[in-house]
């Protein structure tokens, strides 16, 4: 299928403008299992989800809930590149570059300014729980792995915040956040993410509290720009993703503002200077790495959902679930930006979702020498360095999306001494596994950049020619066109 086949089938379909659209949108290119069995909130959702996640299958849609009757729960919803290209509104087929290619062109647009709906038209409004009455195991959070410090509520949501000095400033962040008690969530945040520069800066040296609201199940792309390293405000992302503006609503105990159609807001205040125990949780690296310890503790005031509410759930651990998938889509994009902001000659960029968004592969053109340490120093110093430590630098006749040949290239053109430098006691996070515990607690990560570009000051005939069927230095372009005429009728079925 050409480019231009495929934009025109982008044009014909819609993106989904909450999870209820989503989900039929998923039931009808069968990337949806309806399940009816009655299935236990402690491990059983988890372990489906995780399995359903490791095959590549379908989103399991929980319609029975051990305990919980009237509540649903959509585990995986966006596991796969494929229910990615559907929340995005494209087809299912979509190759990656086509995503990439959306992806760029729908944020290079302005959304228009969000619109407001009165909190009694807005569906998440339907039913409010406030004072006494609130209860948070009176919903079906999973114990979604053995092991986990608790049942984690929120795990495929937004966290929602305002700045204390611009308010104007409003944060949207995807942050775990797991059941201490009935009134009371506690989650994990990073001191260099948004939310956690807001609260070491801003409040807790005012000893304020925080105002938030948590967002379960806002629609795909209003998930997708709650994780994604973002320099605008994520509401205004969103709406450049939906290709419209987002409808938000306010909030029951604040004038923060969440979106309108979103299943379940949890509303109240992140209390200032005050740990609760949180964790250990399967975390996105495939492990179990993070210690319990204090954390940021959330005290509730209200609890509001839609009727017939679905509560979402992802479930981290070995690749590929959303924690890797829409990280490595969104960071790569983000470094594209970057680069192509510093005029660096980028001819694409790609995080591999299966290195738990560890590695990134950046194809260039090689137009002068260290070109790849150039790269890797914008790359590794940008506010996305955090994430990764292994970046791979190609020329443009690797094709950046194929494992085999990154492999190859890898393997073959960076030179073991040359080509491989490293970047100690740098920026890192809590979760990579092989850190030590020191470096764990005071996020020290190291870096490596593996070159694997010819140097630009060998000849062309000094250069190794690359033997495979695509160079038509081997195989001229009449003898390969006559092959694929023929490929058939040779025998091959594809």
């Known amino acids: 299928m050409t480019d231009s086949e495929e934009d025109k089938k ?21 990337q949806l299992v309806t399940i009816d069995q009655e ?60 995503l990439q290619k959306e992806y760029l062109e729908r944020t290079k647009k302005p959304a228009g300014k969000p619109l407001l709906i009165d909190q009694k038209n807005a569906p998440c409004k339907s039913n409010v729980i406030s004072g006494k009455e609130i209860n948070l195991f009176d919903l079906p959070a999973p114990m979604v792995h053995g092991g986990d410090g608790g049942r984690y509520l929120c795990t495929w949501h937004m966290l929602v915040t305002k700045s204390l000095d611009n308010r104007n400033y409003t944060n949207w962040g ?14 994990a945040i990073h001191p260099s993410s948004d939310l956690g520069r807001m609260l070491k800066q801003e409040y807790e040296p005012r000893n304020m509290p925080v105002p938030f609201a948590t967002v379960i199940g806002p629609s795909p792309m209003e998930a997708l720009a709650a994780c994604s390293p973002t320099p605008i405000q994520e509401f205004e992302f969103a709406g450049q993703l939906m290709k419209s503006p987002v409808a938000l609503t306010e909030c029951e105990t604040s004038d923060l503002l969440v979106p309108a159609q979103a299943e379940i807001i949890i509303e109240g205040k992140i209390m200032p200077n005050v740990g609760i125990e949180e964790g250990p949780f399967g975390e996105y690296t495939g492990y179990r790495s993070s210690l319990r310890a204090p954390r940021v503790t959330f005290r509730v005031s209200a609890i509001s959902y839609r009727d017939n509410p679905i ?37 694409g960029v790609y995080m591999l979702p299966e290195s738990t968004h560890h590695l990134m592969v950046v194809g260039t053109k090689v137009q002068y020498a260290n070109i790849a340490k150039q790269i890797a120093n914008l790359v ?47 920026i890192g996070t809590a979760h990579t596994p092989f850190s030590s515990p020191f470096e764990r607690q005071w996020n020290i990560g190291h870096k490596v950049l593996f070159d694997c570009t ?33 490929w058939q009728r040779y025998g091959f079925k594809d």
């Not at 829409?326 to 902001?341: D, M, Q």
């Open 10 to 30: 982008i044009m014909t379909m819609s993106v989904p403008q909450d999870n209820r659209q989503f989900i039929e949108d998923l039931k009808q290119y069968n």
């Open 174 to 187: 995807m942050y775990r956040q797991m059941i201490a008690d009935e009134r009371t969530l506690v989650g």
């Open 311 to 347: 509560l979402t759930m992802t479930n981290m651990g070995v690749p590929v679930d959303e924690g890797q998938l829409l990280r490595s889509f969104t960071l790569a994009l983000e470094v594209r930006r970057l680069l192509e902001s510093q005029n660096i000659p980028v001819t």
């Open 454 to 486: 010819w140097p630009p000051n060998w000849t062309e005939n000094e250069k190794p020619i690359k033997i495979c069927f695509a160079n038509e230095a081997i195989y001229p372009k009449a003898i390969q066109e006559k092959v694929l005429n023929n």
């Open 380 to 426: 590794f110093g940008g506010k996305s360095g955090q994430w990764f430590h292994i970046l791979i630098v190609v020329d443009e006749d690797t094709d950046i999306y194929s494992k085999d040949e990154i492999i190859h290239a890898l393997s073959t053109k960076c030179h073991p001494i040359n080509g491989i430098r490293q970047y100690p006691n740098d």
């Open 39 to 98: 299935v236990d909130w402690d491990l059983e959702m988890g372990a489906i989800s995780r399995r359903a996640c490791e095959k590549k299958s379908a989103a399991p849609f929980f319609q029975k809930v051990k305990d919980y009757p009237g509540w649903r729960v959509l585990g995986a919803p966006m596991a796969t590149y494929e229910r990615l290209a559907i929340g995005m509104g494209l087809d299912p087929s979509s190759s990656i570059a086509i």
